[in-house]
């Protein structure tokens, strides 16, 4: 790994959250970055910020790289523009960092030396201005390698993570994207059902001021559960859309989740209930 | 009012997160505090911290208060102590705090000056050290007086809630538990039902890995989104039970906007899918 970055330059597609708090933790540790960008803007502000030694839109700028990271929106990484392919060194490393891994494999495991990987790290923000050194310290970041990945591309990737301080996770993509659907891309539906449940359960009520009420009282408790549901309406799809398998599994186990507390309510079984949040209290504090 | 204030003591049944921020708010706003607490524990405690003027586990010593606010538990408030009811002065103005008013409404408003209400203030902390000055800054003080409510007792609590620049809301009964089931009751349920899928989700795949990659993989969304789920079991089983109609009805909204989504994802209607999601991302703004 020293000599992949020492010798030769770290290439980063995209330079958003992830791409730009990445570029800036590897120039920080001495790698020579180069990055692709989408727009002319977006490049001129990522020089502003000094966030790549090299920026340009042409992704011949990768050539001599001896690792890529293809830091693209889901979409995008699923649907790659054919001169980015062309344009990858023929012996680099070239992992991603998409958030849902068997679609990403499916596109990109034919190259010989791709490793899936999904640095799980965030923040509210997105685009160029984004990026932040430190994303990544104690963060899970996941590899999915599969059975043709080429161990010494994963041990490139690895050694990257263990120098931002991430903490490296291996696993199978199907279990990783398993994992995801219930602890990141369940949340977003369920959180969203509530916003449309409090704006739809408010409007049919026989009281014409419950809409207004209804807003004037949600709090802080509102604001938490609903935040992730209120986020960017094309990502929470494409999760959906690219993890659709493990998220409806995720779905039906949540509506018998919610059917066990609605039979509670209904028949009064106040002491079940009570015992059931409990339970979800004391599980909550293993997740997080 | 300010004849309440300057010439009675004001009572608080309860020095917890509310009556004891009421109690720090009502002395810097000049008024004598008198309080009732539980255990002689809490008593020396709210001493140390000087909640109050006088702090007593004898509910005689609110006898000269001219306004008395019950800062109980709602199950304490739904089932008072018949002592505290025969120690409450004859005359004197009482309100509540209680986080659903139909029925404190059928316990108390026998009382012939009472008036319903529901400060809407909170933080994760509770017992004597929670009380804190200013929690009701800025936050929606909901009213509920019905025809029987003393126009004068309802105008002494306006001037409290005002004087410590809380919002003054007046609202029917119904209506407050009503929108308070979609913004506040709602949310625990679904929050909870979250956090008993991550776990039962995991462990029913056939991954054996999956609990724990779960567990390690659960972040920020995650733990915004099961914070009120994963809060106090005993409350939660109280709100439900003392809002269970509109707690039930919430719930059927509910289930309707999953099914939606589920909809959506399993006919693959992605632009429906975003459509639904971008609603959401305005609606919210709406309630927040």
Same mark, same amino acid.
């Given at each position: *790994?020293?000599?992949? &970055?020492?010798?030769? /330059?770290?290439?980063?597609?995209?330079?958003?959250?992830?791409?730009?708090?990445?570029?800036?933790?590897?120039?920080?540790?001495?790698?020579? =970055?180069? %990055?692709?960008?989408?727009?002319?803007?977006?490049?001129?502000?990522?020089?502003?910020?000094?966030?790549?030694?090299?920026?340009?839109?042409?992704? %011949?700028?990768?050539?001599?790289?001896?690792?890529?990271?293809?830091?693209?929106?889901?979409? $995008?990484?699923?649907?790659?523009?054919?001169?980015?392919?062309?344009?990858?060194?023929?012996?680099?490393?070239?992992?991603?960092?998409? !958030?849902?891994? $068997? /679609?990403?494999?499916?596109? &990109? !495991?034919?190259? /010989?030396?791709? =490793?899936?990987?999904?640095? *799980?790290?965030?923040?509210?923000?997105?685009? =160029?201005?984004?990026?932040?050194?430190?994303?990544?310290?104690?963060?899970?970041?996941?590899?999915?390698?599969?059975?043709? #990945?080429?161990? +010494?591309?994963?041990?490139?990737?690895? $050694? *990257?993570?263990?120098? @931002?301080?991430?903490? &490296?996770?291996?696993?199978?993509?199907?279990?990783?994207?398993?994992?995801?659907?219930? =602890? !990141?891309? @369940?949340?977003?539906?369920?959180?969203?059902?509530?916003?449309?449940?409090?704006?739809?359960?408010?409007?049919?009520?026989? +009281?014409?001021?419950?809409?207004?009420?209804?807003?004037?009282?949600?709090?802080?408790?509102?604001?938490?559960?609903?935040?992730?549901?209120?986020?960017?309406?094309?990502?929470?799809?494409? *999760?959906?859309? !690219?993890?659709?398998?493990?998220?409806?599994?995720?779905?039906?186990?949540?509506?018998?989740?919610?059917?066990?507390?609605?039979?509670?309510?209904? $028949? +009064?079984?106040?002491?079940?209930?009570? +015992?059931?949040?409990?339970?979800?209290?004391?599980?909550? #504090?293993?997740?997080?």
């Amino acid at each position: *790994m020293t000599s992949l &970055w020492r010798q030769r /330059p770290v290439g980063i597609v995209g330079l958003g959250l992830i791409g730009g708090s990445l570029a800036l933790d590897l120039r920080q540790a001495g790698a020579r =970055v180069h %990055a692709v960008v989408h727009r002319e803007r977006t490049a001129l502000r990522a020089e502003q910020r000094r966030l790549a030694d090299r920026i340009s839109l042409d992704p %011949a700028v990768l050539q001599d790289c001896g690792l890529v990271i293809l830091a693209l929106p889901l979409d $995008q990484l699923l649907n790659p523009d054919p001169r980015l392919i062309r344009a990858l060194p023929a012996d680099g490393v070239v992992t991603d960092v998409g !958030s849902v891994k $068997q /679609p990403v494999l499916r596109q &990109w !495991s034919s190259l /010989p030396r791709f =490793v899936g990987s999904h640095p *799980m790290a965030g923040t509210a923000r997105a685009g =160029v201005d984004a990026g932040e050194a430190g994303l990544f310290r104690g963060r899970p970041w996941v590899a999915t390698p599969c059975r043709t #990945t080429d161990p +010494e591309a994963l041990e490139a990737v690895r $050694q *990257m993570a263990v120098q @931002l301080e991430a903490r &490296w996770v291996c696993c199978e993509a199907a279990e990783h994207d398993r994992a995801v659907a219930l =602890v !990141s891309h @369940l949340p977003v539906l369920v959180s969203a059902a509530l916003i449309a449940t409090a704006d739809a359960g408010a409007a049919a009520a026989a +009281e014409p001021g419950l809409p207004a009420l209804a807003r004037l009282l949600a709090s802080s408790g509102f604001a938490d559960t609903t935040r992730v549901g209120g986020g960017n309406p094309r990502l929470g799809t494409l *999760m959906a859309q !690219s993890n659709r398998e493990a998220v409806l599994q995720a779905l039906g186990t949540y509506q018998k989740a919610i059917s066990t507390l609605q039979e509670h309510v209904l $028949q +009064e079984n106040w002491g079940l209930l009570e +015992e059931t949040l409990g339970r979800c209290a004391e599980l909550r #504090t293993d997740f997080l």
